[in-house]
Protein backbone atom coordinates (compact mmCIF):
# COMPACT_ATOMS: atom_id res chain seq x y z
CA UNK A 1 0.00 0.00 0.00
CA UNK A 2 0.94 3.25 -0.83
CA UNK A 3 0.47 5.42 2.55
CA UNK A 4 1.63 9.10 0.52
CA UNK A 5 -1.69 10.22 -0.05
CA UNK A 6 -1.49 13.99 1.21
CA UNK A 7 2.28 14.13 -0.36
CA UNK A 8 0.94 12.65 -3.48
CA UNK A 9 -1.65 15.73 -3.86
CA UNK A 10 1.09 18.88 -3.55
CA UNK A 11 0.43 20.69 -6.50
CA UNK A 12 4.15 20.93 -7.62
CA UNK A 13 3.45 16.80 -8.08
CA UNK A 14 0.81 17.01 -9.93
CA UNK A 15 -0.32 18.38 -13.59
CA UNK A 16 -1.14 22.02 -13.49
CA UNK A 17 -4.37 22.63 -16.05
CA UNK A 18 -3.36 26.39 -16.00
CA UNK A 19 0.60 26.08 -16.25
CA UNK A 20 1.76 29.03 -17.81
CA UNK A 21 -1.55 31.23 -17.12
CA UNK A 22 -1.43 34.53 -14.89
CA UNK A 23 -5.25 35.98 -15.59
CA UNK A 24 -8.36 34.20 -15.66
CA UNK A 25 -12.20 35.77 -16.36
CA UNK A 26 -14.52 33.08 -14.27
CA UNK A 27 -18.42 33.59 -14.84
CA UNK A 28 -21.11 33.87 -11.78
CA UNK A 29 -22.04 29.99 -11.23
CA UNK A 30 -18.67 28.76 -12.15
CA UNK A 31 -17.06 25.84 -9.62
CA UNK A 32 -14.19 24.06 -10.04
CA UNK A 33 -11.34 22.02 -8.09
CA UNK A 34 -8.52 24.00 -6.30
CA UNK A 35 -6.52 21.84 -8.60
CA UNK A 36 -7.85 23.60 -11.77
CA UNK A 37 -7.63 27.00 -10.49
CA UNK A 38 -5.00 29.46 -10.67
CA UNK A 39 -2.65 28.71 -7.39
CA UNK A 40 -3.53 31.60 -5.35
CA UNK A 41 -1.46 30.44 -2.38
CA UNK A 42 1.15 32.70 -0.92
CA UNK A 43 1.59 34.74 -3.89
CA UNK A 44 0.52 38.13 -5.16
CA UNK A 45 -2.70 38.21 -7.00
CA UNK A 46 -5.50 40.96 -7.72
CA UNK A 47 -9.25 39.42 -7.26
CA UNK A 48 -11.80 41.77 -9.71
CA UNK A 49 -15.23 40.91 -9.32
CA UNK A 50 -17.38 43.05 -11.63
CA UNK A 51 -21.20 43.99 -10.33
CA UNK A 52 -24.43 45.11 -10.94
CA UNK A 53 -25.96 46.35 -7.72
CA UNK A 54 -29.65 47.28 -8.38
CA UNK A 55 -29.90 49.39 -7.72
CA UNK A 56 -27.12 50.67 -5.64
CA UNK A 57 -28.41 51.36 -2.20
CA UNK A 58 -25.57 52.06 1.06
CA UNK A 59 -28.37 51.59 3.65
CA UNK A 60 -29.13 48.15 2.29
CA UNK A 61 -27.00 47.15 -0.65
CA UNK A 62 -26.99 44.09 -2.66
CA UNK A 63 -25.28 41.18 -0.66
CA UNK A 64 -23.55 38.22 -0.70
CA UNK A 65 -20.71 35.58 -1.82
CA UNK A 66 -18.20 36.67 -4.82
CA UNK A 67 -15.56 34.03 -4.86
CA UNK A 68 -14.90 31.44 -2.06
CA UNK A 69 -12.29 28.58 -2.14
CA UNK A 70 -12.72 25.84 0.39
CA UNK A 71 -14.87 26.41 3.36
CA UNK A 72 -15.11 26.45 7.47
CA UNK A 73 -11.93 24.17 7.60
CA UNK A 74 -9.46 26.04 5.53
CA UNK A 75 -9.74 28.74 2.50
CA UNK A 76 -11.14 32.37 1.79
CA UNK A 77 -14.01 34.62 0.59
CA UNK A 78 -15.01 37.76 -0.56
CA UNK A 79 -18.02 38.58 -0.01
CA UNK A 80 -20.33 41.60 0.50
CA UNK A 81 -22.07 41.74 4.04
CA UNK A 82 -24.25 44.43 5.86
CA UNK A 83 -22.43 47.40 3.59
CA UNK A 84 -19.39 46.36 3.91
CA UNK A 85 -16.82 44.58 1.46
CA UNK A 86 -15.26 41.59 3.44
CA UNK A 87 -12.10 39.04 3.00
CA UNK A 88 -11.91 36.11 4.80
CA UNK A 89 -8.96 34.43 5.26
CA UNK A 90 -9.50 30.83 7.22
CA UNK A 91 -6.59 29.14 8.45
CA UNK A 92 -7.58 25.91 9.11
CA UNK A 93 -10.52 26.55 11.17
CA UNK A 94 -8.62 28.23 13.64
CA UNK A 95 -9.54 31.20 14.71
CA UNK A 96 -6.54 33.22 16.08
CA UNK A 97 -4.91 32.22 12.91
CA UNK A 98 -7.54 33.25 10.79
CA UNK A 99 -8.10 36.79 9.74
CA UNK A 100 -10.76 39.48 8.30
CA UNK A 101 -10.52 42.11 6.39
CA UNK A 102 -13.63 44.63 5.90
CA UNK A 103 -14.33 48.30 5.28
CA UNK A 104 -17.83 50.26 4.17
CA UNK A 105 -18.75 50.52 0.22
CA UNK A 106 -18.23 53.95 -0.28
CA UNK A 107 -21.46 55.63 -0.62
CA UNK A 108 -20.97 57.57 -3.98
CA UNK A 109 -20.30 54.38 -6.11
CA UNK A 110 -22.57 54.00 -9.23
CA UNK A 111 -24.82 50.88 -9.80
CA UNK A 112 -22.22 49.16 -12.74
CA UNK A 113 -18.66 48.65 -9.99
CA UNK A 114 -15.76 46.78 -9.68
CA UNK A 115 -15.12 45.10 -6.17
CA UNK A 116 -11.12 44.54 -5.79
CA UNK A 117 -9.53 42.62 -3.19
CA UNK A 118 -5.49 42.58 -3.49
CA UNK A 119 -2.99 39.92 -1.87
CA UNK A 120 0.38 41.29 -1.18
CA UNK A 121 2.25 38.75 0.06
CA UNK A 122 5.35 39.48 3.46
CA UNK A 123 7.23 36.71 1.92
CA UNK A 124 6.89 34.38 -1.16
CA UNK A 125 8.88 32.47 -0.19
CA UNK A 126 8.14 31.60 3.31
CA UNK A 127 5.75 28.77 4.19
CA UNK A 128 3.23 30.33 6.63
CA UNK A 129 3.41 33.68 4.96
CA UNK A 130 1.19 36.84 6.07
CA UNK A 131 0.27 39.32 3.57
CA UNK A 132 -1.29 42.47 3.59
CA UNK A 133 -5.11 42.44 1.52
CA UNK A 134 -5.90 45.45 0.63
CA UNK A 135 -9.54 46.34 -0.41
CA UNK A 136 -11.17 48.74 -3.38
CA UNK A 137 -14.10 49.63 -5.39
CA UNK A 138 -14.74 51.71 -8.46
CA UNK A 139 -17.65 52.55 -11.18
CA UNK A 140 -14.38 54.23 -13.22
CA UNK A 141 -12.24 51.54 -14.08
CA UNK A 142 -9.16 54.00 -14.07
CA UNK A 143 -10.30 55.18 -10.17
CA UNK A 144 -10.15 52.67 -7.76
CA UNK A 145 -11.35 54.16 -4.15
CA UNK A 146 -9.21 52.58 -1.63
CA UNK A 147 -12.06 50.88 1.41
CA UNK A 148 -9.83 48.92 4.23
CA UNK A 149 -6.49 47.09 4.44
CA UNK A 150 -5.58 44.68 7.33
CA UNK A 151 -3.17 41.60 7.47
CA UNK A 152 -3.24 38.27 6.60
CA UNK A 153 -1.90 36.34 9.47
CA UNK A 154 -1.02 33.19 8.24
CA UNK A 155 -1.54 31.33 4.87
CA UNK A 156 -1.88 27.65 3.91
CA UNK A 157 0.87 26.77 2.00
CA UNK A 158 -0.37 23.83 -0.34
CA UNK A 159 -3.63 23.03 -0.42
CA UNK A 160 -6.76 24.75 1.71
CA UNK A 161 -9.38 21.92 0.94
CA UNK A 162 -9.53 18.78 0.19
CA UNK A 163 -13.34 18.21 -0.48
CA UNK A 164 -14.78 22.01 -1.62
CA UNK A 165 -14.47 23.55 -4.71
CA UNK A 166 -13.39 27.39 -6.06
CA UNK A 167 -17.15 28.68 -6.71
CA UNK A 168 -17.88 32.20 -7.64
CA UNK A 169 -21.11 34.32 -7.21
CA UNK A 170 -22.93 32.38 -3.91
CA UNK A 171 -21.36 28.98 -1.56
CA UNK A 172 -23.56 25.88 -1.40
CA UNK A 173 -20.79 24.10 1.08
CA UNK A 174 -19.08 25.03 4.76
CA UNK A 175 -18.46 28.74 5.15
CA UNK A 176 -15.00 30.10 5.31
CA UNK A 177 -17.13 32.71 8.13
CA UNK A 178 -20.04 32.33 10.57
CA UNK A 179 -20.84 35.39 9.67
CA UNK A 180 -23.24 34.08 7.04
CA UNK A 181 -24.33 30.64 8.11
CA UNK A 182 -27.71 31.67 8.35
CA UNK A 183 -27.92 32.94 4.67
CA UNK A 184 -26.55 30.05 2.98
CA UNK A 185 -26.15 29.98 0.01
CA UNK A 186 -25.52 33.30 0.06
CA UNK A 187 -25.88 34.41 -3.74
CA UNK A 188 -24.82 37.60 -4.90
CA UNK A 189 -28.08 39.57 -4.78
CA UNK A 190 -26.96 42.06 -7.57
CA UNK A 191 -25.57 40.38 -11.06
CA UNK A 192 -22.30 39.43 -10.70
CA UNK A 193 -21.04 40.44 -14.28
CA UNK A 194 -17.71 38.36 -14.27
CA UNK A 195 -14.84 37.93 -11.55
CA UNK A 196 -11.38 38.15 -12.58
CA UNK A 197 -8.37 37.11 -11.01
CA UNK A 198 -4.76 37.77 -12.16
CA UNK A 199 -1.71 36.59 -10.70
CA UNK A 200 1.57 38.92 -10.51
CA UNK A 201 3.51 38.07 -13.15
CA UNK A 202 6.69 38.17 -10.99
CA UNK A 203 5.59 35.87 -8.72
CA UNK A 204 8.11 33.26 -7.00
CA UNK A 205 7.65 29.60 -7.34
CA UNK A 206 6.55 28.02 -4.00
CA UNK A 207 9.21 25.82 -2.61
CA UNK A 208 9.99 22.33 -4.62
CA UNK A 209 9.59 19.30 -1.13
CA UNK A 210 10.09 16.38 -2.15
CA UNK A 211 7.60 13.90 -0.99
CA UNK A 212 9.85 11.65 1.23
CA UNK A 213 11.10 14.75 3.21
CA UNK A 214 10.24 13.69 6.92
CA UNK A 215 11.15 16.86 8.60
CA UNK A 216 8.38 18.96 6.52
CA UNK A 217 5.89 17.08 7.22
CA UNK A 218 6.33 16.54 11.16
CA UNK A 219 6.53 20.62 10.97
CA UNK A 220 2.88 20.66 9.16
CA UNK A 221 1.60 18.14 11.96
CA UNK A 222 2.86 20.41 14.08
CA UNK A 223 1.27 23.57 12.42
CA UNK A 224 -1.64 22.07 12.69
CA UNK A 225 -1.80 20.50 15.90
CA UNK A 226 -0.31 23.46 17.77
Known sequence: MDDRQ????????????????????????????EGTVLNLKNVDHTIVADVTFDPFDSEDP???????????FGGFGLFVKDGQL?????????????????????????????????????????????????????????TDQFITEGQVKASLPYRMTQDENFVVGFDTQTPVSEEYVDDMPFKFTGTLNNLTVELDESNSLLPDIPVGNEEFWDSIIQEVIR
Open 6 to 33: ASRQLPGHRPELTEGRTKIAYPAGYQSP
Open 86 to 142: VYRYNYAGIDEKSSTIAGDLPSDIGSITSLKAVYQSDDEDLLYAGATVSLYASSDSA
Open 62 to 72: DEGMLVTLGGR
